[in-house]
């Protein structure tokens, strides 16, 4: 279970986050919506540790990993401006985290290239990134973030810049994998629609504070 216990986070001397508590049951995917400028990829930062809180907490399976640095936290991030290799093909994208982690890079590739065909990308492996539409990259993005078994996923607006039939198109295969690699994820969204597509939970961020929608 993922849990912030009461974060503070001031931007320019006015709080941003005020006080902010949340708890992610395993296997369940939260969506947290609000304004823009509300704070809410100040929180998912937090989260993730590329961003520290002046006060409260992170847990994750009863541990405070609030002092971890992000790589040691286990979590797979899919920000706005997703960040592919452009000079790598869709294999060796998929495969960096299994290599950063130590496996073989032939290994890594085999891995890969079957995350790929789960994703509809069999057979394109070799591809360059540059030449995939945005919501192939979305799907390489996914993959990536995936193969690792990370302990959480956190979205961060992962369809904003598609348009919106494959927005929608896209949430429901997002949703398929996450479930069934069982994964506990926060998704931060504007768009409800997509929250209700993907979400058990949905919170808004509004003054600081998190407000239970559903
Ligand atoms: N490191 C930073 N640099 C610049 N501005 C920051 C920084 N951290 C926080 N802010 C400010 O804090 C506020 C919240 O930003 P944040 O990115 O968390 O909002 P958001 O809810 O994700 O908005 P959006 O929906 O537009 O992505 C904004 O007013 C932003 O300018
Ligand atoms: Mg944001």
């Known amino acids: ?43 998912l ?7 520290a809180p002046e006060a409260g907490s992170v847990w994750f399976d009863g541990v405070d990993i609030t ?24 294999q060796d994208n998929v495969a960096f985290g299994l290599v950063e982690q130590g496996v073989r890079r032939s290994e890594a590739r085999n891995q890969a290239r079957i995350m790929l065909a789960r994703f509809g990308l069999a057979g394109q492996a070799l591809r360059k990134v540059w030449t995939l539409s945005g919501g192939e990259q979305q799907r390489v993005a996914l993959a990536r973030a995936l193969i690792t078994q990370p ?29 069934e690699a069982g994964m506990t ?5 504007h768009d409800e629609q997509e929250a209700r597509a993907m979400a058990q939970h949905a919170w808004g961020l509004q003054g600081g504070k998190l407000v239970s929608l559903w």
Not at 9 to 28: T, Y
Not at 185 to 189: C, E, N, P, Q, S
């Open 1 to 43: 279970m993922l849990e912030l216990r009461d974060i503070h986070k001031q931007w320019d001397h006015r709080p941003l986050l005020d006080g902010v508590s949340l708890r992610v049951e395993a296997g369940e995917t939260v969506a947290l919506l609000g304004a823009s400028g509300s704070g809410k990829s100040t929180l």
């Open 45 to 51: 930062k937090i989260v993730a540790g590329l961003d």
């Open 67 to 90: 002092a971890l640095p992000p790589e040691q936290r286990g979590f797979a991030l899919m920000f706005q401006d997703f960040a592919l290799f452009p000079h790598l093909n869709l």
């Open 151 to 179: 302990r959480a996923l956190l979205l961060d607006e992962p369809f904003s810049a598609l348009d919106a039939s494959l927005r929608e198109q896209l949430r429901t295969e997002f949703r398929e994998r996450i479930t």
């Open 185 to 189: 994820a926060i998704l931060v969204t």
